[in-house]
């Protein structure tokens, strides 16, 4: 037998299963326990019922809900039920769902859903004295009705306003009519209105925007032209009107989505026609779409936007530049006038030490110590690299005594686990997850590590990475870092030549190794392959039989997925970083991103400077598991650092690097090892 058809043959699960089924088929059905039986038929009644509140049918909702009577989850038969006619249920319904499921997260779920149809109605008794209730407090709308009730009674609620309102897609009415309120009542300035109406444009947010400059007087038929269609309102020009120029500025910025350069000659005509401050936002609205295409003029567009009034991706993104450039008294600046909420973020205060650091020549400052001190004891990929800025590496602590039994008897009996392993059980995930993570808010260490475990043993092997990640004295790295189908994934890496800690690093952020993970895009399985990426890659290796539902075998994902990390690692000549980022972003676009580089990048900066948002976090997250997995794996300490290293451009060799500068000055590599 031949190394790929041994790739396709069907896993032992899947054999018995098949046997199972046909054993299952050519029995009478009166062979299936009648309980069994019941079990299944009350399933798919419940998945009825849910269906049917989605669709918004009350009557056939009720129907299946009566046949629930003795359903397993009975709150959520009466959450559905209430919910098919929540608009017109009394607060006595609502009240008495509350009292009986009192502590449970779809108790928390109602009164999330009340406390909107609270706010709608602006039935703020009712609401304030709910509102504390709310435990998650995760609903942007809800947390908008909240200063909206403030704010009729008197409060000035502006500062918290400005904090909360910085992403308009998620707006909604209660969010609305907080702004216009505002406005009403003068806590909002003019400039407050226009600040909201450019952010709207920023995220396209057509919606909130025409709301917003219908406060202004202005027209919201030509803010939505400046979003949806933005040429057109370059096209005709700057008008006279402080409206017209706003509508002005905000095409600026739609329109160099498409074209940096388009916009950028709309801006040189109008300047003459612009206040110093509107030019500036026009240069602003300019340099962020600049910064997600690596325009190589980026980084004079943000100079040229001094003085502008930013949002939180214009502060973010002219830093990122300032990086790139090396130019770390503008970086220092920049942070400086960021919000200090912002700043107070562990991705800034990492970059503040690194600061303080080379304008002191590459020497350790007292701020910088202090800095690095306040995140190192974080486990993400900045508290890593601040740690070894302070001389720690990358360790795995001795894990404490196993669980017992007892323990996990305690876990197996919480209601809430049980109702997760069933909503599991049914593929409900979303209903699942929600029930799960309630459920370990509050357990001990002992408790979550126990829990962890018990997600082990049932196969749930994303919520024994996300219990085990609350932990806070005590750790289990190996639920952390689990490394199932290592039978498989060793000789596959071995044969290739490939980092096993790197590949389960991977694995660990696509998958947390749900194997019928499937992603919006149509990617599946623990590595998620694209369909189209499997058969190109099947191709390469003489996996000449392929098909898609492939996939979904662990062996074959494994393998299709292995090879084409390797084959994306040797097109970036062996950076995990680049062969990282290509992964998720395509190597089309790690090819476009590296070619603006011009000499060699420290690595942590070509990260912080990835365009995408997904990609640059899913880089952090990939490497900084790869570097655990390596310290479980080798058994010594690690660096991230040393993981890294440093990016260079296409074509360029050690020898490019290790030259001296033209100017006299070191080789960025070795400035690099300096610190």
């Known amino acids: 037998m031949s190394l790929f058809e041994s790739r396709i043959l069907i896993s032992p699960s899947k054999w018995i299963a098949g046997v199972l089924l046909a054993i299952a088929c050519a029995t009478p059905l009166l062979a299936i326990p009648q309980d069994l039986g019941d079990s299944r038929k009350d399933d798919d009644a419940f998945l009825l019922l849910r269906d049917s509140v989605r669709r918004n049918d009350a009557t056939k909702a009720e129907f299946y809900a ?57 039935e703020w008794a ?17 947390k908008c009705y909240g200063l909206l009730s403030r704010l009729s ?17 998620y707006y909604g009415e209660g969010c609305s009519a907080l702004i216009a309120s505002l406005a009403q009542t003068g806590q909002f300035t003019q400039e407050d209105l226009w600040a909201q109406v450019r952010l709207a444009g920023e995220t396209k947010a057509t919606g909130a925007a025409r709301r917003t400059i219908m406060l202004l007087n202005g027209s919201d038929d030509k803010i939505a032209q400046a979003i949806d269609v933005p040429a ?78 930013l949002s939180i991706d214009q502060h973010q993104w002219r830093i ?38 080379a304008l002191a020549g590459g020497q350790m400052t007292p701020e910088a110590q202090f800095l690095y001190q306040s995140i190192a004891d974080r486990e993400d990929y900045y508290g890593l690299l601040a740690a070894e800025e302070l001389g720690r590496t990358v360790s795995i602590p001795a894990p404490g005594a196993p669980v017992t039994a007892q323990e996990i008897a305690a876990i197996a009996a919480n209601p809430g686990i049980r109702r997760a392993l069933k909503f599991f059980d049914m593929r409900l995930r979303f209903e699942g997850l929600r029930e799960w993570n309630w459920e370990v808010r509050h357990l001990s260490d002992r408790e979550l ?54 590949v389960y690093g991977l694995i660990r952020q696509e998958s947390r190794f749900v194997m019928n993970a499937q992603s919006s895009a149509g990617a599946s399985g623990l590595m998620q392959v694209m369909p189209s990426t499997g058969r190109w890659v099947a191709n390469k290796i003489g996996l000449t039989n392929f098909v898609q539902d492939m996939l979904t075998d662990v062996r074959t994902n494994i ?33 476009s991103w590296r070619s603006a ?79």
């Open 449 to 502: 590590i126990a829990a962890a475990e018990y997600a082990r043993q049932h196969h749930i092997l994303d919520r024994m990475v996300y219990t085990s990640e609350r932990t806070r004295a005590l750790a289990d790295y190996t639920h952390r870092y689990p490394a199932p189908h290592d039978e498989i994934m060793r000789p596959t890496t071995s044969t290739l030549g490939l980092d096993r800690a790197w």
């Open 153 to 169: 009674k008197g409060e000035n609620v502006a500062a918290d306003a400005r904090a909360l309102l910085i992403y308009p897609p």
């Open 320 to 357: 990122r530049y300032a990086l790139r450039d090396g130019n770390w008294q503008l970086v220092r600046d920049y942070l400086a006038a960021m919000p200090p909420q912002l700043r107070q973020d562990p991705t800034w205060v990492y970059w503040q030490a690194r600061t303080s650091v």
């Open 66 to 122: 009566a046949r629930l009577a003795d359903y397993a989850i009975p709150s959520y038969v009466d959450y559905y039920r209430l919910k098919s006619h929540f608009v017109a249920a009394t607060s006595g319904e609502i009240l008495a769902f509350l009292q009986r499921y009192q502590g449970t997260a779809i108790a928390d779920r109602l009164r999330n859903d009340w406390l909107l149809e609270l706010g709608r109605k602006r």
């Open 597 to 675: 580089l011009t000499k060699p990048m420290d690595a942590t900066i070509f990260i912080e400077s990835i365009p995408y948002s997904e990609t640059r976090g899913y880089v952090k997250n990939v490497m900084t598991n790869a570097t655990y997995y390596a310290a479980l794996f080798e058994g010594r300490p690690q660096s991230m650092k040393a993981r890294l290293g440093v990016v260079t451009p296409k074509g360029y060799s050690e020898k490019d690097m290790r030259e001296p500068d033209p100017r006299g000055q070191e080789s960025q590599q070795n400035s690099f090892s300096s610190r």
């Open 126 to 142: 009712m609401f304030d004295q709910q509102f504390p209730l709310f435990v998650l407090k995760d609903d942007t709308q809800v």
């Open 232 to 309: 057109v309102v370059l096209a005709k020009g700057v008008g006279s009107s402080k409206a017209d120029r706003e509508v002005f500025l905000v095409a600026l910025g739609r329109a160099a989505r498409t074209s940096v350069k388009l916009s950028v000659l709309a801006l040189r005509k109008a300047l003459p026609r612009l206040t110093p401050q509107e030019q500036a936002i026009g240069w602003a609205n300019i340099a962020l779409p600049a910064s997600y295409v690596v325009d190589p003029e980026t980084s004079d567009y943000w100079r040229l936007a001094a003085g502008a009034p």
């Open 559 to 591: 393998l299709l997925g292995a090879n084409y990390m390797n084959m994306v690692l040797g097109s970036m000549d062996g950076s995990q970083v680049l062969a990282t980022a290509a992964y998720n972003a395509g190597p089309g676009r790690l090819r």
